[in-house]
């Protein structure tokens, strides 16, 4: 009887430790199962790109490269040399357009007071020389106002807080217009974008809250999720050669879950992280 009782206080008790193994890899796994997380995520930040609005060789190069520069301050300028000599001939321009347009109206008023004696077409054609010499005038004075432009962009400045990115600018490089010169990480647009398996898609809304852990920094950063994307590429979707669709010949058995970006706004940043563009990232989601 006292054997009976203990093989059946074994049996129990084995039952028991498969019961509780069992309930535990269950609840770990709807956990996994229904709570979205990955270990896919990044830092990403708005890069402004600032390319120079003229051309013309570096005069000098202000910032070094990772500085923090601050809206306004000034990045480098271009040689004003040539730019000063534009605005003097847009200015002599002007001065001699002035003066012809003085001229014309003159002879216009004189003739419209004498003309019984002059005929109408006379009267038109030095009236349409007047109003030809107020138009080259004006348009004299809007050449003046865009060199005038132009010399003012001989000094970069940045348009954004943040920090000098790839600095790669030295005295005497040629800048030229449209082709950027310097990056800069805007400070104020950190935000972290984690990859989630399309599977955790349906427990994911905007709003729920989401703990980022950075890879090299221990403190968790609390933030929301702000978006979640609407579109990934599909290879099949390539054209080939005669406008067709290219589809793959070949499909894998095994189908691996496809990865949507979801935005995640930063509400906290713990004391001692810093956030740097590309960072890898831990995201858990509260749903």
Do not use: C
């Not at 609840?27 to 996994?32: G, Q």
């Not at 962009?153 to 940045?158: D, T």
């Amino acid at each position: 009887m006292k054997s009976l009782l203990s093989l059946l206080g074994r049996y129990v008790l084995t039952f028991s430790a498969v019961a509780v193994a069992t309930l535990l890899a269950f609840i770990l796994w709807k956990h996994y199962a229904q709570t979205p997380w990955t270990r896919d995520g990044r830092v990403r930040a708005d890069v402004v790109q600032i390319a120079p609005n003229v051309s013309g060789p570096l005069l000098n190069v202000s910032v070094r490269d990772n500085q923090w520069v601050n809206r306004g301050d000034v990045l480098y300028s271009i040689d004003p040399h040539w730019l000063r000599l534009a605005v003097d001939s847009a200015q002599a321009d002007v001065e001699a357009k002035r003066h012809e347009m003085l001229m014309r109206q003159d002879a216009a008023r004189r003739r419209s007071q004498i003309k019984g004696v002059i005929s109408s077409e006379d009267l038109q054609q030095t009236a349409s020389a007047a109003s030809v010499a107020a138009a080259n005038y004006h348009g004299a004075l809007a050449a003046l106002d865009l060199a005038e432009l132009n010399l003012s962009h001989a000094i970069v400045r940045s348009p954004v807080t943040g920090y000098v990115t790839h600095l790669r600018l030295r005295p005497g490089d040629y800048a030229t217009a449209g082709e950027t010169k310097v990056s800069i990480i805007d400070a104020n647009s950190f935000w972290v974008v984690g990859y989630f398996e399309e599977t955790k898609l349906q427990h994911i809304r905007t709003g729920n809250t989401a703990h980022i852990t950075l890879m090299g920094f221990k403190p968790v950063i609390t933030g929301h999720v702000e978006s979640i994307g609407r579109g990934i590429d599909d290879n099949n979707d390539e054209t080939g050669g005669l406008g067709l669709p290219n589809v793959e010949p070949t499909f894998s058995w095994v189908r691996l879950a496809q990865r949507i970006p979801v935005r995640i706004h930063i509400d906290r940043l713990p004391e001692g992280v810093e956030l740097v563009a590309g960072l890898s990232a831990s995201i858990s989601i509260t749903p």
